[in-house]
């Protein structure tokens, strides 16, 4: 083997024909010559291009509606021979095969097929066979024989081309196999992800999992950590497919933190009214509803000023200028929103650090999606938390129904809840959070520090007492000791959201009863760890 190899021959056959012509083009003139298949065929001779029909190589027609046309000695032997090795070649001489030295495939669209709602027998038949094993057969021999699979690499393949007089380096072969395996493994990845799912098998033998490079990270979430960040061709609205407006690239971090932001704020109704959430280190520092978005993300943002410094701020409606304005007067790592008008941009354009992403829409907080948690050895697959409540879910236990007032407050308190790292306590008044505890390991620390916070707030707002007086309180879990709840009780809290379902379940009612709370138990548990 040498490190050059010639490109003399190559075959195209693609489904997206996007630069084919070009392409084709640009071989031509360097005297390569074409085979290639179908539409892609017929689109370079409308070209005006000379093409060599592969049904002529082979000496077989396409058939079976196009299943068989590429499986075939005179092809994968054309991609598969080893061009120093003196059986090969006789063989090749022997029996008439060409040698292929590029390879141009890109695949049957069978994600777009899935993600256009497709019936099953549709998507089977958009599951490409023959240019898989084409991809696999040209990258194996990569010592001789480069495969492109992206339409992306055309230029960078062209320009190899052109640096080498024709001929191709094995370092970029290296390379284009690498890609081209990768390829094959996400498609194969699809499909049999897309298969379990059709035939409702939550728990397949073999689990198969495959992304798309977005973005090379600086460092994960620490310096001496290398990451990247990779999109899974999902269309949902967040992080992965939001368009950055300004600001510098997002970090490991960021990418974590405002994923954490906006998966909570869709769980707001637009159409309810504004919402903001604010975010630090992926647990919710503030949370409100407003009249305004001004006013939501004044009502978020008293709830604990210090953390809020240098944090993610999430919106359920575009964002707008006297909101911008407000936002911009502290050090704001990302803003992430459904749009951003004119004002907003001109007010955040001064702000060049600032990060703003628009998502044209909110997150469907039920849609169903799978949740991986790397671990020693493998990985935990789980269903995503869809989990949500109404007023006809809860039941009340205590002596003293809520009021209206109270059982709204709780039911914001317990979606906030439901993104709080476990054990969770939140604490909420007229739609706004005043005091949330995360990630402790007792859940009587989490109440007492999330009351803390609001007793802060109070001494920094001048107030004569902690907004925590006359609040609601959600647990993501049940208080497995009254310690808990009196803990809540003596922050000022007036009623109770939890689970229940604990051993002790009887001895937090009555105490809950004889400090005058309401409880309402939900029978569902958010833990997040």
């Known amino acids: 083997?040498?490190?050059?190899?010639?490109?003399?021959?190559?075959?195209?056959?693609?489904?997206?024909?996007?630069?084919?012509?070009?392409?084709?083009?640009?071989?031509?003139?360097?005297?390569?010559?074409?085979?290639?298949?179908?539409?892609?065929?017929?689109?370079?001779?409308?070209?005006?291009?000379?093409?060599?029909?592969?049904?002529?190589?082979?000496?077989?027609?396409?058939?079976?509606?196009?299943?068989?046309?590429?499986?075939?000695?005179?092809?994968?032997?054309?991609l598969l021979a080893l061009r120093d090795n003196d059986d090969h070649v006789k063989a090749m001489q022997d029996h008439g095969i060409g040698g292929i030295d590029l390879l141009?495939?890109?695949?049957?669209?069978?994600?777009?097929?899935?993600?256009?709602?497709?019936?099953?027998?549709?998507?089977?038949?958009?599951?490409?066979?023959?240019?898989?094993?084409?991809?696999?057969?040209?990258?194996?021999?990569?010592?001789?024989?480069?495969?492109?699979?992206?339409?992306?690499?055309?230029?960078?393949?062209?320009?190899?081309?052109?640096?080498?007089?024709?001929?191709?380096?094995?370092?970029?072969?290296?390379?284009?196999?690498?890609?081209?395996?990768?390829?094959?493994?996400?498609?194969?990845?699809?499909?049999?992800?897309?298969?379990?799912?059709?035939?409702?098998?939550?728990?397949?033998?073999?689990?198969a999992l495959a992304g798309q490079l977005a973005q090379t990270l600086r460092y994960g979430e620490n310096p001496h950590q290398n990451a990247a960040f990779y999109?899974?061709?999902?269309?949902?609205?967040?992080?992965?497919?939001?368009?950055?407006?300004?600001?510098?690239?997002?970090?490991?971090?960021?990418?974590?933190?405002?994923?954490?932001?906006?998966?909570?704020?869709?769980?707001?109704?637009?159409?309810?009214?504004?919402?903001?959430?604010?975010?630090?280190?992926?647990?919710p520092c503030g949370v409100a509803r407003g009249e305004s978005l001004q006013e939501a993300y004044t009502k978020a943002f008293d709830c604990d000023r210090t953390s809020a410094f240098g944090g993610i701020i999430a919106l359920n409606q575009p964002l707008d200028g006297p909101t911008a304005e407000e936002?911009?007067?502290?050090?704001?790592?990302?803003?992430?929103?459904?749009?951003?008008?004119?004002?907003?941009?001109?007010?955040?354009?001064?702000?060049k650090?600032?990060?703003?992403?628009?998502?044209?829409?909110?997150?469907?907080?039920?849609e169903a999606a799978l949740v991986l948690k790397q671990v020693s050895g493998g990985f935990l697959v789980q269903d995503k938390d869809n989990g949500r409540l109404t007023k006809d879910d809860l039941k009340v236990v205590t002596k003293r129904a809520p009021t209206e007032t109270e059982m709204n407050d709780m039911l914001f308190a317990w979606k906030v809840a439901k993104h709080v790292k476990s054990n969770a306590i939140v604490y909420v008044k007229d739609g706004a959070t005043v005091g949330v505890g995360a990630g402790q390991m007792s859940r009587v620390d989490s109440c007492r520090i999330a009351a803390r916070k609001s007793q802060d707030m109070a001494d920094t707002l001048d107030l004569p007492a902690p907004l925590t007086?006359?609040?609601?309180?959600?647990?993501?879990?049940?208080?497995?000791?009254?310690?808990?709840?009196?803990?809540?009780?003596?922050?000022?809290?007036?009623?109770?959201?939890?689970?229940?379902?604990?051993m002790r379940d009887d001895e937090v009612i009555a105490a809950a009863d004889e400090a005058g709370l309401a409880m309402v138990l939900t029978g569902m548990r958010h833990f997040r760890h």
């Not at 409702?200 to 689990?207: G, H, I, L, N, W």
């Open 1 to 78: 083997m040498t490190d050059l190899a010639p490109v003399r021959r190559a075959l195209l056959s693609v489904s997206d024909k996007t630069g084919l012509v070009d392409l084709g083009r640009a071989l031509a003139e360097r005297g390569v010559e074409l085979l290639s298949t179908g539409g892609s065929a017929k689109t370079l001779r409308d070209a005006g291009l000379e093409v060599r029909d592969v049904a002529e190589v082979t000496g077989f027609p396409e058939m079976m509606d196009g299943r068989v046309k590429t499986l075939h000695p005179m092809v994968h032997g054309g």
């Open 104 to 207: 141009v495939v890109n695949l049957y669209p069978f994600e777009e097929t899935v993600a256009n709602g497709a019936d099953y027998d549709t998507c089977i038949e958009n599951i490409d066979i023959g240019g898989p094993a084409m991809i696999r057969a040209a990258a194996k021999n990569h010592a001789f024989v480069n495969v492109v699979v992206d339409v992306e690499d055309y230029p960078v393949l062209l320009e190899e081309l052109a640096a080498n007089e024709g001929q191709t380096t094995y370092a970029f072969r290296q390379r284009l196999a690498l890609t081209a395996y990768a390829r094959t493994g996400a498609y194969d990845a699809a499909v049999s992800t897309w298969m379990a799912d059709a035939l409702d098998q939550s728990a397949p033998r073999r689990r």
């Open 231 to 283: 999109t899974d061709g999902s269309d949902r609205p967040g992080v992965a497919t939001a368009q950055q407006l300004q600001g510098k690239a997002l970090s490991y971090n960021n990418i974590n933190d405002t994923d954490a932001a906006f998966e909570l704020i869709s769980e707001f109704d637009p159409a309810d009214g504004p919402a903001c959430a604010i975010i630090k280190h992926a647990n």
């Open 327 to 351: 936002i911009s007067k502290i050090f704001t790592e990302v803003v992430i929103a459904p749009g951003a008008d004119a004002d907003a941009k001109a007010i955040f354009a001064a702000k």
């Open 353 to 366: 650090n600032l990060r703003l992403l628009t998502t044209e829409g909110l997150a469907d907080p039920s």
């Open 469 to 502: 007086q006359g609040s609601v309180v959600a647990s993501d879990a049940f208080f497995p000791f009254a310690d808990g709840l009196l803990t809540a009780a003596e922050a000022g809290a007036t009623a109770v959201i939890h689970p229940g379902g604990s």
